[in-house]
Nanobody, 119 residues
């Protein structure tokens, strides 16, 4: 069983930046896709960005050009650099990691980290 720990959320002003991290630990991990989602109050969870094991990434239109996803395969860690934050970015942010632990597929979620953008 793997373990996922998120960090880096907090409070920022409009136009500011935050960086989220998500580290995965466990035995015999082979990680494929890693992604970031968010869920604002009263709204559905939405996919923001996703990156494959080969480094290909895609973004939701709402964050394209402002957010950047990256990963460090040696550390089993995915990052989300968030720039030019706006009030509408306020939400709980979750990382998602998919892969295999040995022969068993997994789909892990982080515990969620609050991002608040406020004046």
């Amino acid at each position: 069983q793997g373990h996922v720990v998120e960090s880096g959320g907090g409070l920022a002003q409009p136009g500011g930046s935050l960086r989220l991290s998500c580290a995965v630990s466990g035995r015999f991990l082979s990680i494929n896709a890693m992604g970031w989602y968010r869920q604002a109050p009263g709204k559905q969870r939405e996919l923001l960005a996703r990156i494959t094991s080969g480094g290909s990434s895609n973004y939701a239109d709402s964050v394209k050009g402002r957010f950047t996803i990256s990963r460090d395969n040696a550390k089993n860690t995915v990052y989300l650099q968030m720039n030019s934050l706006i009030l509408e970015d306020t939400a709980v942010y979750y990382c998602n990691v998919q892969g295999r632990a040995g022969l068993l597929p997994f789909d892990y979620w982080g515990q969620g980290t609050q991002v608040t953008v406020s004046l």
